[in-house]
């Protein structure tokens, strides 16, 4: 217990806990979208899944539940990372700093990953609980999509937190690699093609959705 404590107090700790936890819902994306695409299949194929899912049980259950604790991990891990590499250099460079190999996708990863936050609560909201759904219908799947993007507001809302997700996948995956000692450090940021691949597939696959319904493709 003493040595969790100890690697939890260091960066580099701090660091893996990130990169462990990233990866554990990078997987639950991963089926989470291919999920949400058999949309595009009709009512019957994803209502389906979805009573399958709840066929389940304590299955689901415990897949929530530690998807909740890599969540909490992982946002606790960056927050204190964070706040430690800000008490280390307490003054900003006088004449500013050009970043050297960063992405644009490593420079938004704090705000980012704020949205994304945001975006979760308002997601379980919308098509989990449904308080905040204007005709949420229990084990419909399809017509909770097809009625929630309805509005165009949300639609909106839900590209730009899509957006968020997409740069900070890029960036996490490729940053895991590197935390986990998996991958070495690259001088060339933008040829990291596992995370540019899976990232921009990843976003794609949820974005289409809102993006079909606002056409008319979904009814």
């Known amino acids: 217990m003493n040595r969790v404590q100890g690697l939890w107090d260091t960066s580099v700790g701090k660091k893996a806990v990130m990169a462990v936890t990233g990866l554990i819902m990078l ?16 009512p019957a194929k994803i209502n389906a899944y979805s009573a399958f899912l709840h066929g389940t049980g304590g299955a689901l259950w415990v897949a929530r539940l530690v998807l909740i604790a890599a969540l909490v991990l992982h946002v606790v ?13 307490p ?12 992405t644009f996708a490593s420079r938004t990863i704090r705000w980012g990953g704020v949205l994304i936050l945001i ?4 997601h379980l909201l919308h098509f989990t609980l449904g308080t ?8 419909d799947p399809y017509h909770n ?11 909106v809302f839900y590209e730009l937190a899509l957006a968020a997700l997409g740069l900070h996948l890029y960036h996490g995956i490729w940053s895991s690699g590197r ?3 998996v991958s070495p450090p690259s001088p060339h940021p933008l040829k990291r093609q596992l995370a540019a691949v899976l990232s921009v597939l990843i976003w794609a696959g949820f974005a289409v959705i809102p993006i079909a319904v606002s056409a ?4």
């Open 27 to 42: 997987a639950y994306l991963i089926t989470h979208v291919l999920a949400n695409l058999t949309v595009f299949q009709g």
């Open 77 to 89: 891990a960056a927050a204190q990372f964070t706040a430690r590499r800000r008490a280390a250099r």
């Open 91 to 102: 003054v900003a460079y006088a004449a500013g700093r050009e970043p050297q190999v960063s």
């Open 119 to 122: 975006f979760i609560v308002y």
């Open 132 to 139: 905040v759904h204007p005709s949420f219908v229990e084990g």
């Open 145 to 155: 999509v097809a009625a929630g993007f309805g509005n165009p507001l949300v639609v």
């Open 179 to 181: 935390s986990l000692g």
């Open 216 to 219: 008319g493709a979904l009814r």
